[in-house]
């Protein structure tokens, strides 16, 4: 009676919050207000993210550059081939992108039994895959090549890749995956191809080895094939039981987010959802690890936190809230909105989609860009002349950062940038007044 009287008491110590102070401590929270530099950040920073499904586009070109000062893919590429860091596909998205996890290999057996499962892909080919890998262990191509009867290379390599997003098989490096994001296409567009030469000439094109010598482009294999190919499970030493599962994973969702609400756990796709964890964190508030309590305003009442972290989003809210506007992709963990939080209104769909970035100012939703669509969706807060110009500003970081090749807006909110619309007309008029130039399918940011 007395410990359940002191946990209460601990509960409503703490004020909450509004929703833009916990979008700054979330920030904060992954290292993007103050990125540090080095080996030692990546781990910090894998640290937080393991077991996140991030898309694969977006880890090195926002992600992980966001964190990590001076990023550079050897860093990743040196804890990959050492054998120390495992990335497991979770989910495909179109042709050439899709959703990864990376883990430190000690923690593959307690978080892989935690996730929803993915569609188990079918047919001869896949399962000739699986019994190569399962007899042979570890494979490069020419070895898979060689085991696999009555396929083409272009029908092995989209097999290979669907196996990847499944999460059955992965590779001792990013180069193929590289590979893939860069247009040697896994094949997965291949498996229906027409009948004009052209296509089969392209297609062609996608799978064949570059710099090969002679007669070994069987082994040496398309770009999208290079490296040592896996079972995932082949790389678990023992499974964990499903209570050791939840508790890993309980623990991994309070490292990643600091203050975590149920929102949070529904978005990381956790199998059993929020009840899945919920047991599992009661627990942990009745030892005294975590902290339960009414933190976040406006968000479920069932919030967990680590001790330390309540400290930090408390202090979040004497941050100056005219901070620097933060470029985040979409689908970032650190970006809330979508996910822990809902967008702010508009007429709008914002979405946490691949491509996509969300302009954050002192934890205010700004605006939200596709990148591959031109499109622009604007909240009420865009409209503020301030906002707009540091909106404008933060956009042209994302061509000098390399993130972008320019920035052109087709469309606003949904509608043509060119249509006579009250509201289209107020936000272009707002972004001819701050370095865009009409052009003659949108408006174009100037240098």
Known sequence: MVRRRSLAKLRKEVEPVDQQTFARFLAEWHGVSAPTHGADALVETLTVLAGSALVASTLETDILPMRVRGYRSTLLDDLCTSGEVVWVGAGSLGGNDGRIRLFFADQLAAFLPAFEQLDTPVGGVHDQIRAALGERGACFWGQLRSAVRGATDTELLAALWDLVWAGEVTNDSLTPLRAVLHGARSGKSARSLPAASS?????????????????????????????????????????????????????????????????????????????????????????????????????????????????????????????????????????????????????????????????????????????????????????????????????????????????????????????????????????????????????????
């Open 199 to 447: 296509a089969r000439r392209q297609a062609a094109r996608l799978v064949r080895p570059r710099h090969v010598r002679g007669g070994s482009s069987g082994r040496v294999g398309p770009p999208a094939a290079q490296g040592r190919w896996s079972l995932v499970s082949q790389l678990v030493e023992r499974p964990s039981s499903a209570t050791e599962a939840l508790h890993a994973i309980a623990m991994q969702l309070l490292e990643r987010h600091g203050v975590l609400t149920r929102e949070a756990v529904l978005a990381e796709h956790v199998r059993g959802g929020f009840a899945g964890v919920y047991g599992v964190l009661k627990a942990l508030e009745e030892r005294g690890t975590v902290r339960r309590g009414y933190f976040v305003d406006g968000l479920g009442a069932a919030q967990f936190a680590v001790p330390g972290a309540v400290d930090r989003l408390r202090a979040c809210k004497e941050i100056d809230s005219t901070l620097s506007v933060e470029v985040l992709a979409a689908t970032d963990p650190a970006q809330p909105y979508g996910a822990t939080l809902d967008w702010p209104a508009t007429t709008g769909r914002p979405s946490r989609s691949a491509g996509a970035v969300v302009l954050i100012g002192g934890g205010e939703a700004l605006a939200w860009y596709d990148v591959r669509s031109h499109h622009l969706v604007t909240f009420a807060a865009s409209l503020e002349p301030h906002n707009c110009s540091a909106i404008v500003d933060a956009l042209g970081t994302l061509v000098k950062d390399g993130r972008a090749k320019n920035i052109e807006v087709r469309k606003i909110n949904g509608a043509g940038v060119h249509d006579a619309t009250p509201e289209t007309m107020q936000v272009a008029a707002l972004l001819e007044q701050h370095r865009f130039a009409r052009g003659y399918r949108g408006l174009v940011l100037r240098d």
